[in-house]
Antibody, heavy 120, light 105 residues
Framework: QVQLVESGGGVVQPGGSLRLSCAASGFPFNSFPMHWVRQSPGKGLECVAFIRFDGSRQSYADSVKGRFTISRDNSKNILYLQMSSLRNDDTGVYYC?????????????WGQGALVTVSS | AIQMTQSPSSLSASVGDRVTITCRASQDIGNELGWYQQKPGKAPKLLIYTTSALHNEVPSRFSGRGSGTDFTLTISGLQPEDFATYFCLQDFNYPYTFGQGTKLE
């Protein structure tokens, strides 16, 4: 069965960095575009980063552009989100999610989420 | 970014009721819209994609309609497990954007 397991969340000071990982299993990871989506009480659900199946293209929300980098290692079935220059409003639960296999660009399978808290 | 306006923000209903949630897009998004259900402490679950297609194993009491800028999610015959928060999401262009959510209670 499809599984996505995030790790790397934690508490970080403003201006700091953190790297999230998402280990994928149960499907051909190298065939699927992937997303990072975050959720916070103040901003709700927000798509922050997207990467094509082969890593050839990435897209970002304006709020994280230039600070976050999405990448993937298809040999290890792992998705990453490198976050730097973190701000208080980056606090939230970060989910990795897989694009559907039914011709829609939406996300069908999600991980359990990793909590990131930016606070001094 | 495309803005999604979802209403109502909360909805009180009973088992067996029929309820409708609405999402309006700030521009024409064709039929590139989906609906998610989220329960506390869990990730969102995909219910409907491309406006009206039910995802795997989603009960037929869920239905979606609309096109362009106006979309609806209807649940016919509410079941106890349907009390949750619902979100719309446009995938017309990136960044995909969510509605603010409707809490069904």
């Amino acid at each position: 069965q499809v599984q996505l397991v995030e790790s790397g969340g934690g508490v970080v000071q403003p201006g700091g960095s953190l790297r999230l990982s998402c280990a994928a299993s149960g499907f051909p990871f190298n065939s699927f575009p992937m997303h990072w989506v975050r959720q916070s009480p103040g901003k709700g659900l927000e798509c922050v980063a997207f990467i094509r199946f082969d890593g050839s293209r990435q897209s970002y929300a304006d709020s994280v552009k230039g600070r976050f980098t999405i990448s993937r290692d298809n040999s290890k079935n792992i998705l990453y989100l490198q976050m730097s220059s973190l701000r208080n409003d980056d606090t939230g639960v970060y989910y990795c999610a897989r694009e559907t296999d039914v011709g829609s660009y939406l996300m069908d399978y999600w991980g359990q989420g990793a909590l990131v808290t930016v606070s001094s | 970014a495309i803005q999604m306006t979802q209403s109502p923000s909360s909805l009180s209903a009973s088992v067996g009721d029929r309820v409708t949630i609405t999402c309006r897009a700030s521009q024409d998004i064709g039929n590139e819209l989906g609906w998610y259900q989220q329960k506390p402490g869990k990730a969102p679950k995909l219910l409907i994609y491309t406006t009206s297609a039910l995802h795997n194993e989603v009960p037929s009491r869920f239905s979606g309609r609309g096109s362009g800028t106006d979309f609806t999610l209807t649940i016919s015959g509410l079941q106890p497990e349907d009390f949750a928060t619902y979100f719309c999401l446009q995938d017309f262009n990136y960044p995909y954007t969510f509605g603010q959510g409707t809490k069904l209670e």
